[in-house]
């Protein structure tokens, strides 16, 4: 059983590379789901403030771990299927924590990093909902995932893909990783 987790700032690549599982057949949960539904529970749209405040006001609620106390029911059913999930937007040591509760040594934290403007460039032009619409408040977010702990996270990961080159290049590397992880290798670092 295994549980690769992906840590990184919006417009790393985490999604890119959650891709890569996928075409593998490894099942992937995009942790801000659970967010982004829960603020249209409330009646409210889908916007980067409407999310990071409900993501906040759920933290504040049920402590630091809360986004992955309510993807865990998901995790373990999708674990099911083929005995290795991706986890993808980890974002606080309380979250790891909480993976590390459930799921032991089975856990595998993969860093995805870019610098900041490259990550905005691609933030702007994959238009998500839930995205920020300007430098200054695609720095807000940045601050506040900062804030939750991401950077902690992205320093103790076990695995580093360092996305600063062309999108093939990230598919190789985390394809290289994922062959790796799924033969229970250490496929070493991005």
């Known amino acids: 059983m295994r549980v690769v987790g992906l840590v990184g700032l919006q417009g790393a690549g985490k999604t890119e590379v959650a891709r890569v599982a996928l075409s593998l057949g490894i099942p992937c949960i995009r942790m801000g789901e659970a967010v982004i539904e829960e603020t249209r529970r ?3 749209q889908v916007n980067e403030e409407n999310v990071g405040r409900v993501a906040d006001l759920l933290r504040e609620r049920m402590g630091r771990g809360a ?4 993807n865990l029911p998901l995790i ?6 083929r005995g290795v999930v991706v986890v993808d937007g980890l974002r606080s040591p309380e979250e790891v924590e909480e993976f590390r509760k459930a799921f032991g040594e089975g856990l595998v934290v993969v ?7 490259l990550r905005y460039s ?10 920020a619409r300007s430098y200054e ?3 807000e977010k940045d601050r506040r995932e900062l804030r939750w702990g991401v950077g902690e996270v992205l320093s103790l990961a076990d695995h580093l893909l ?7 290049e990230l598919r190789e ?6 062959r790796g992880l799924l033969a229970h290798e250490d496929p070493g670092q991005g």
């Open 42 to 44: 409330r009646g409210l």
């Open 67 to 70: 986004v992955a106390k309510l």
């Open 76 to 81: 373990r059913e999708k674990l099911g299927e």
């Open 111 to 117: 860093a995805v990093w870019a610098n900041p403007r």
């Open 122 to 131: 691609r933030v702007l032009s994959r238009g998500r909902e839930d995205d």
């Open 137 to 139: 408040s695609f720095l």
């Open 162 to 168: 360092l996305n600063e080159g062309s999108l093939a």
């Open 173 to 178: 590397k985390a394809l290289e990783l994922f």
